[in-house]
């Protein structure tokens, strides 16, 4: 042991009294003490042996420390003192500190539509009503709510290109020509249709000239843009009202689409796993398309069978998957309209739903399709 680690030599008092009796090879006290045999030997306290178990290493039974006092191990009644002075004493073994209540594990989040479900179902049921009363009392009312639809659904659009855009599409010629345009397709035809969507593409680019030149050619690109999209889509369902069983064609069209959505949504929110289209809707996911195809393909060969003339499953069958498809592309390419505005909703008009525009984005690009198929299958009488 190096003595050197124990400070200076011991002077009178430095070891303080001890109970225990003269220390052992300490220079005789009084005056034949010899100073010379003093300078030469310097007496050492003597040290316990240190337990096999602890030796200079650090462990949860005390620790050596250089150049400090040991711990006391007053644990242990048997055992001596390391050292004399007792405010140097440490438990040998401290009672462990009890673990901290580790609080209660937190229930995984529960999966939510993201939309108030409850007016959601009340407007709904509220559309579907109004729908269908004037679907079969008189049809001129139900193109009066398809036209009516249409210019909201205008005036939505070009208010968002405006708001985040910058972009004036004209709104005054959009929405009288398309309220034309249903019109004269449920009157005239396919016919009347592509003159109507002519004329108005004409009123967009006059309008136009009556402001600054610039930005024109970004604000009648726009409006052309929103007469094909909104009104000259939605006249494909004026179209298949001319039929005989017009009605009944009309509404297999709006079960098909709306049990394409619901099938998409509750097999996507409760099997969703893989995305669909992340970087357009995050929220929609292979599992959900599957669950629209079959629910739309189910619905569409009992709807065709029992619901339109001459019709039958088969043509149900292909009619329902050819829905699916278009209401689900309608649905992503709202969706990148929506994300390129930086808007989550087209508008506010319906609670729990959005705007018009929001429950109008699979319905557009289905109605060509569903017309189409129906002139196929059973013919256009």
Known sequence: MNDSSWGAPP???????????PVQGAAP???????????????????????????????DRGTARPGGPLPYRDQNPSA????????????????????????APSPPPKKSAGRDLGAAIGVGVGLGVVIIASLFVVKAVFVGVIAVAVVVGLWELTKRLEERKGIKAPLVPLAVGGAAMVVAGYARGAEGAWVAMALTALAVLVWRMTEPPEGYLKDVTAGLFAAFYVPFLATFVAMMLMADDGAWRVLVFLILTVVSDTGAYAVGWRFGRKKLAPRISPGKTREGLLGAVAFAMAAG????????????????LLIGLAVAVSATLGD??????????????????????????????SLLPTAPVVWLLFVIFVGSG
């Open 29 to 59: 006290a009084g005056p034949a003490y010899d100073a010379h045999h003093a300078q030469q030997t310097r007496p050492m306290p003597i040290v316990p042996d240190v337990p096999d178990h602890g030796g200079d290493q650090d462990d």
């Open 301 to 316: 060969a009992l709807c065709t069978q029992f619901l339109i003339d001459d019709g039958t499953w088969w043509q149900g």
């Open 332 to 361: 992503l390419g709202e969706s990148m309209i929506k994300r390129d505005l930086g808007i989550k909703d087209m508008g506010t008009l319906l609670p729990g739903h959005g705007g018009i525009m929001d429950r109008l984005d």
């Open 11 to 21: 002077q009178a008092g430095y070891w303080g009294p001890s109970d225990r009796g």
């Open 80 to 103: 001596q003192p390391y050292a004399a002075a007792p405010h140097h004493a440490v438990p040998q073994n401290p009672e462990p500190m009890p673990d901290a209540p580790q609080p």
